[in-house]
């Protein structure tokens, strides 16, 4: 998938699925702070999904390095 707007439109997705909230809200900027659901319970359900659908596993050091959705997008287009 090499199309920025398709990774970014599944990212988006994941994240829309997992915190049940609407994918306008989100941009590469968006950070847990600014979505209610995303603690440290919603940070380990959004690795899982991000894992299951990517069909990847993230080492601590990459999920410690999230701190907003371009964070995500970065650390996938990293994995191909």
Request: glycine share 4%; net charge negative.
């Amino acid at each position: 998938m090499n199309d920025p707007k398709a990774k970014m439109d599944k990212i988006k997705a994941i994240i829309t699925e997992v915190f049940q909230i609407d994918a306008s809200v989100i941009t590469m900027e968006t950070t847990p702070s600014d979505i209610e659901a995303w603690d440290s319970l919603g940070q380990l359900l959004l690795i899982q999904k991000i894992e299951e659908t990517y069909r990847l596993t993230l080492d601590l050091k990459e999920i410690l390095n999230i701190k907003t959705v371009g964070d995500i997008y970065k650390i996938l287009e990293s994995r191909g």
